[in-house]
């Protein structure tokens, strides 16, 4: 590439935006140069997207540069951080305008829900892989955290499981709203924020839900037993298993407990604080489904409705990307 | 790479380090929690290296590890910021033991020597691509910037400049000085620090003198003069260009204009700072040499030691990397 060609990528990605007062100094110096405020902790999530390996191949570039930032700004939600700043680092073969216009399109419209302001980054020639780095803050000792649960404890998850990985399983076959929910993942900033000083624990679901509320309960070495009737699906989930074929069908189960991709919440409450739970549900912008408690005895058990054990033939599903933050 | 294998990854990244009191949680939760100590500013920075673009294939793993902090290290110094904390993504397309061992280890040497925690990032499976961000404190309002030197200042270099080029320009052939000043730049953190209230503006040398001289300026809208044969060569690249044919010996005036990859700072000092320069110029660990200065007119403008205006054929290098944030 080109200098004219670098000139021609930065130039999509200096446009107008929410102009933060914490940002003293943004793109245009050596580093970008920011204040945070009194009282905060910062939060860090950074996660790389491969072309092919985090998304297929052809994906479009809006959805590339939503999910780039949307996954990070999931890991702020898992920890009830406030978004601030991102950096992003752009390796791409060519320029090419159109792709260029979507990817940053897409990114900036998250950022700008969020209030979240681009500070920096880098942009290289090679192939296709975005790298973003998200900032947040958390009032001091009051992040969420995955070490913290206990026996006894309700464990929830926001929203609906599988839908993600059910438009991945269909590669492109699914109706819109599984594509959506796998294209434009919405990170639980409001839910992250709400639970803190009620969840005794929590975990963003990039793994799938086995996996990843293996990673919450192994760090205090205790287990969980799961209704898995009680797994949220939506509807268009549970539409498409059921006109789907005898493979899709046998799917209703262990997609919402193996499948990463859907960016999910998953929390622990104590007893004492489910009443708390109760009266900010309102306010979230999400449903809040309790699917089991945690045990002492180490390992998962599922259930159905019946009483009946589950055998789970799905293990928790990981990504090529999965990474030590989640 | 299977499971297995992003398990032997990690375990490289997560040896016993230098545990700063300043991180409440470093790797292992859904992001990294840190503490900002009161009064400083944040200074971050991002830079990418990908193969065959920022280092030749077949570049020795250690020397990757090393010059992927060192080139953020590079930019924090230039803001005369003191380094805490780096994240790292590693896309790497199979898990080489010996490549891992000789990465890390480089990695962890020069953090160490800064004080620099590893607190989060992202392992995937790709071609070799690495991110570094770099985190670190600025007493508030005391940051080195690129803008705000003014008409008569005058610009000085740490260090010295063209060996990383000649070394490149030579593919393997140059002496083991000069490779290592393209393998292992060394990031000028202390003069960064040191230059804080003396400099009037600062920036790092990672695209070459003019192209870097020329951003530091255009903020401006200033010019400069500067006296070539000034510049500082080291003994070996003097030696090396003398012995060589009559294409490297052309090199002796280009490369230290153009060539990137040195990785030292390019600042400006007010004439009424000078003593203070003067005598603060012992404590630093590399030399430190005025070359020109400040002037009204747009455009750099070199001369020789005979006064001779020196044709420039050169214009700044630019490697594929090159980014807005230097």
Known sequence: MSDTEFDIIRRYFTRQQPDREDVITGIGDDAALLQMPAGMELVVSMDTLVDGVHFP???AAAAIGHKALAVNLSDLAAMGAEPAWATL???????????????????????????????GGDTTQGPLSITVQAHG???????????GAQVGDHIYVTGTLGGAGLALQLAGEAGGELQQRLDYPQPRIDAGQTLRGIASAAIDISDGLLADLGHLL???QLGAALSIDDLPRSAAFAETVKQGGADVRSQY????????????LCFTVPEALRGQ??????????ACTRIGIVEQQAGIR???????????????????GASPHG
């Open 57 to 59: 191949r052809g994906t």
């Open 89 to 119: 680092s752009l390796t791409l073969p060519e320029a090419d305008a159109n792709w260029l216009a979507g990817f940053s399109q897409a990114f900036f419209k998250l950022a700008d829900r969020f209030g979240v302001q681009l500070v």
């Open 137 to 147: 803050f958390v009032p001091a000792g009051k992040s969420l955290r995955r070490r």
């Open 218 to 220: 192994e760090h205090d």
């Open 302 to 320: 599922c259930h159905m409705a019946d009483g009946k054990r589950y055998a789970m033939t799905a293990r928790g599903y990981r990504h090529f």
């Open 253 to 264: 189960y262990d997609l919402p407990l193996s499948a990463g991709d859907d960016y999910e």
């Open 277 to 286: 739970l109760a009266s900010v549900r309102q306010q979230l912008s999400c």
